[in-house]
């Protein structure tokens, strides 16, 4: 997709120029993309043989497309008629379909590119075999991941990259969660997740900053949800992808307005019909995915910055002036943002940067409860910690903030408490002391308490 | 900036070869002639450029045209209202039509394509209705009326030229939308949601209100134009009154350096790119050599040629930014 610039690739020992995809795919070299590539509005066997149709006397023989692909999923173990809709399979099952179309133009090397990030835990077990069942078949796997348990499960080696370049490899005996976490992050792993044991538990009597009670939200609008945060505290929502964790955020946050329910801030009770209640109620989102909810990627770094507190620093509908050069200069500094100057596109950012953008937008208005969605998803260990210290230093000023992570170690490592969701409902709330990963786990599999 | 440049060094060739193949171009009366058009034009092509930046399109223009054009003079001479009722009820039309469209992309949430396709269709119809297809005009009445689109304030010095009073109009709306733009937070929010709807919504923006915001003052333009235009010819056809008018203000704003994906232009563009489509027209009518009727298709020629190169310019930048973050 990409020509290297210098450098060659050998492939059993010969060299290759591999100067398109359609040049890696003769050569036995598959790419299964994070955003998965299918037509979703085409069936399985057509997408399978997309661009490749067999064809019968100029036409596309259908017949022969279902016969094949029901072997090629077979040698996957899905089992879904090859006519099903791509649109109509859930995720996990599209990611095996990938899969299946890359084994059906004989791939020798397979590269996967965080292929479980949006499975649940059944499916990624699932892709786990299937991995395991092609690598002793004699497919060579890339594995592309920052889920550390998942590469200590599956790897027989371990390249790990840091800023662009080899940090460092790790044989077969060597690959333990500290030995990655310490090439990944080049310093020791001790200073990494830093909530102290101290900060935690000390949560203030009195009034809490947000109530939810009997909260419906669209996605689930039977489940009732309640739940408080008081000021200072930090309360992470674990639980699978698809559990209802993102509605709740974007419940609060008025982007999705409940079915039914109260919100109380400060006691208060508000309505959040729209995004722009929930801010003026002192809330900021750090919405899911960045580049679709959180950024104007074509715009600079400064119109993104000031986006959100236009409003309230606006001069009778004119632009603030000199605000918008202030805030940015120093939200750049204060979060330590990487970027030539604050006139910079936000595409040309890093995605840690690009992060930091949005969390600046919104701490640009002082909110006093702080919603983060997957607040570090795809971004680098040094821009991670940075946003864990950020939290912190919020936390520290009275800042509630309430997050979701599909990373156990963030909130294993972030959170004074815990609210474990399953199918839409709260299945349990864990305080500092009981937070384990089998705790969280078990409630997020549905075992109540 | 750089593609203002291009506009107008683009504009600046058509002119010079337009000159150099007909001496009626640099004449007075023609030059004058021109920059009414280009301000009557102009107008519309601003209305459209707002509706394009939130990335949508509005297609009834020269509908709009025609409805108030023809309507216009027949609320005033045929019906008899008072001239300040007229005009109010011209104006509250035109806005309704925007709000109208505006809700129905948002609420309803239909492609502008279609609601305004369909508005192309209904404002003509009723127009050709209630009028019966009577060509409608001022006659030798409402001059005072008429001269907003007719006089001229003469320049010392040169004779037999003036600067057509549309062209201050044309200022004013320009001015107005250029500082709604880029200078409130408005304009800001508009940009935002053309280049990221959602993005723009999450970070509070009322992003339906500004749309609706946006086809309101598409419509309010376009009625404008329409008063404007009528004064100027005093005589409207209900049937082809403002036909394609909406193509040329679309093909102008783009040329300017509007995007149909939505984010981008200036008003600067817009009117330069007005202006261009303009003095093509003038020249296909000036120069002997070039047949008459093919003009849609140098029309045509030009806008896409003009869009080509502005994409290989933007590619060739680019990469060339590309290269550079490779070495620094």
Known sequence: ???????????????????????????????????????????????????????????????????DARLCLARVGLEVDSRTLVRDLTIGHQQMVE??????????????????SSLTQHEAEQLKRVIRDLSARGVSIVYISHRLGEVRELAHRVTVLRDGANAGELGAGEITHDNLVRLMVGRDVSQFY?????????????????????????????????????????????????????EVLTTLFGITPAAGGEILIS????????????????????????????????????????????????????????????????????????TPHDRQEVRFLSGGNQQKVVLGKWLALEPRVLLLDEPTRGIDVGAKAEIYRIMEELAGQGVAILFVSSEMEEVLG?????????????????????LSEEAVMRLATGHSG | MKKLLGIFGLLLVVCVATALMSDKFLTPFNIENLLRRTALFG????????????????????SVVCLIGVGLPWLLTSVKVPLAL????????????????????????????????????????????????????????????????????????????????????????????????????????????????????YSGIRTERMIVLAYVICALLSGLGGMLFVLDVNSAQPADFGNFYELYAIAAAVLGGCSLRGGQGTITGVILGTAL??????MITLVDALPKNIEYAIIGAVILGGVVADELVKRFVARRKAARQLLG
């Open chain 1, 267 to 338: 006691g208060v009770p508000r309505t959040m019909g729209a995004p722009i209640d929930a801010i003026d109620a002192g809330l900021a989102l750090v919405p899911e995915d960045r580049k679709q909810q959180g950024l104007i990627l074509e715009m600079a770094v400064r119109e993104n910055m000031t986006l959100a507190s236009l409003r309230r620093e606006q001069r009778n509908g004119f632009l603030p002036g000199p605000y918008e050069a202030e805030i940015s200069a120093s939200m750049i500094s204060r979060l330590s943002i990487k």
């Open chain 2, 86 to 201: 007229g005009l109010l009820i011209a104006a509250g039309v035109s806005v309704a039509i925007g709000c109208a469209h505006g809700l129905l992309i948002t609420r309803l949430r239909i492609q502008p394509f279609v609601v305004t396709l369909c508005g192309l269709l209904i404002y003509r119809g009723v127009t050709r209705g209630f009028t019966r297809d009577q060509t409608m005009g001022f006659g030798n009445d409402f001059k005072e009326l008429r001269w907003l689109a007719t006089s001229r304030i003469p320049v010392p010095g040169i004779e037999g030229f003036g600067i057509p009073f549309p062209c201050i109009i044309l200022l004013v709306v320009a001015v107005a939308a250029a500082i709604f733009l880029n200078q409130t937070i408005y304009g800001r929010y508009l940009l935002a949601l053309g280049r990221n709807e959602d993005a723009a919504r």
């Open chain 2, 43 to 62: 107008v519309l092509s601003i209305g459209v450029a707002f509706v394009i930046i939130t990335s949508g399109i509005d297609l009834s223009i020269g």
């Open chain 2, 277 to 282: 489509m303009q003095v093509l027209r003038t």
């Open chain 1, 99 to 116: 899969i299946a179309k890359a084994l059906s133009v004989d791939a020798r090397v397979l590269i996967m590119d965080e292929p479980t």
């Open chain 1, 414 to 434: 972030l959170s004074d408490r815990a609210l474990v969701m399953h199918e839409g409902r709260i299945t349990g709330e864990l305080p500092r002391r009981d």
């Open chain 1, 1 to 67: 997709m990409q020509p290297p610039d210098q450098g060659e690739i050998r492939l059993e020992g010969a060299r290759v120029e591999i100067d398109s995809v359609e040049t890696a795919l003769r050569h036995g070299i598959a790419l299964i993309h994070q955003e998965l590539n299918l037509a979703d509005n085409l069936d399985v066997g057509s997408n399978i043989f997309l661009g490749r149709e067999p064809r019968r006397r100029g036409l596309i023989d259908h017949a022969r497309i279902h016969a």
């Open chain 1, 194 to 246: 830093r909530r102290a044991a101290g900060s935690a538990s000390r949560a203030p009597e009195g009034v809490p900053l947000l109530e939810v009670r009997g909260l419906r939200t669209p996605a689930h609008p039977e489940k009732e949800l309640a739940f408080e945060l008081r000021a200072g505290e930090m309360v992470g929502i674990a639980g699978l992808v698809g559990a209802g964790r993102t």
